[in-house]
């Protein structure tokens, strides 16, 4: 679906969660981790939390479009952007724990959308004037992801093992550090912005290439490291419904909770 509000950009989220929960796909984990960062942009704009509400709910829209498009495009069969590529096979394979599904994801969404929004929304001198909001919405989506690692201990109860292994620090998982991904997204976003149009292309094309390299490693690491993440996915939960119900934090919206709680049409259920 077309998005061109921030309430629209929640109701294709919870489209795509009502999929993945009948399709039972690790592809909804990192859509339930998004709608949470939407919602929380959202009601800081709201609450004038940041200098330009309107530019940030643009910038929101843009920024969310490029991840509904590459999902739309992954789900029929095409290409989406090399960096997409990686987070979305990570979310059909079986072998990377969660976090890494999650952090595949963000990693697309932070080194390769973001910057592209941003310099989309305040192209050429503008940039300058947004930075103070873009920080702030970094700022939100860290503490959501805040909040998920420590939620995450319900559904992978040796997550802790990160941390003992040297995988996990205060700012960054399995080498994977959402500062310097803002700081990335942002100088990329400066270099964009005073691009000439016909620069654009190729530009893109090596953020997208550098991104996805980034994301390779964060989805599949070095052999030792993967071997040290071995315990934590043995005993991890392969529940669908159990992961999408964590990440989602209880903010479910009632339609979309509503459909993924109703039993199966009795006429397609005796098919």
């Given at each position: 679906m077309q998005v061109q509000t921030i309430d629209d950009v929640i109701?294709?989220?919870?489209?795509?969660?009502?999929?993945?929960?009948?399709?039972?796909?690790?592809?909804?984990?990192?859509?339930?981790?998004?709608?949470?960062?939407?919602?929380?942009?959202?009601?800081?704009?709201?609450?004038?939390?940041?200098?330009?509400?309107?530019?940030?709910?643009?910038?929101?829209?843009?920024?969310?479009?490029?991840?509904?498009?590459?999902?739309?495009?992954?789900?029929?069969?095409?290409?989406?952007?090399?960096?997409?590529?990686?987070?979305?096979?990570?979310?059909?394979?079986?072998?990377?724990?969660?976090?890494?599904?999650?952090?595949?994801?963000?990693?697309?969404?932070?080194?390769?959308d973001l910057g592209i929004a941003a310099a989309t929304v305040a192209p050429g001198e503008q940039l300058a004037s947004l930075k103070t909001d873009f920080d702030q919405i970094n700022a939100v989506l860290a503490g959501e992801v805040g909040i998920v690692e420590k939620e995450i201990a319900k559904?992978?109860?040796?997550?802790?093992?990160?941390?003992?292994?040297?995988?996990?620090?205060?700012?960054?998982?399995?080498?994977?550090?959402?500062?310097?991904?803002?700081?990335?997204?942002?100088?990329?976003?400066?270099?964009?912005a005073g691009a000439a149009p016909g620069q654009l292309n190729t530009m893109i094309a090596a953020l997208d290439a550098e991104a996805a390299a980034i994301g390779k490693l964060v989805a599949s690491p070095p052999f030792l490291v993967r071997l040290a993440l071995l315990p934590i996915r043995i005993f991890e939960t392969s529940n669908v419904h159990h992961v999408l119900d964590v990440l989602t934090g209880g903010?479910?919206?009632?339609?979309?909770?509503?459909?993924?709680?109703?039993?199966?049409d009795a006429k397609k259920a005796g098919a």
């Open positions: 109701q294709a989220l919870d489209n795509i969660l009502d999929w993945a929960w009948h399709e039972k796909s690790r592809l909804g984990y990192f859509a339930a981790l998004y709608r949470r960062v939407t919602r929380s942009v959202r009601d800081g704009i709201a609450q004038n939390q940041f200098e330009n509400g309107p530019l940030m709910e643009k910038l929101d829209v843009v920024f969310a479009g490029r991840y509904l498009q590459a999902f739309e495009q992954f789900r029929s069969g095409q290409e989406p952007t090399l960096s997409w590529q990686v987070a979305f096979r990570a979310g059909r394979s079986r072998s990377p724990i969660v976090v890494q599904q999650l952090l595949a994801g963000i990693n697309a969404h932070i080194n390769l559904i992978s109860p040796l997550i802790g093992l990160l941390e003992k292994f040297g995988l996990k620090t205060e700012t960054s998982i399995i080498n994977f550090s959402l500062d310097e991904a803002r700081n990335f997204a942002w100088l990329h976003a400066q270099k964009l903010q479910s919206a009632a339609p979309s909770a509503t459909k993924r709680d109703a039993k199966p």
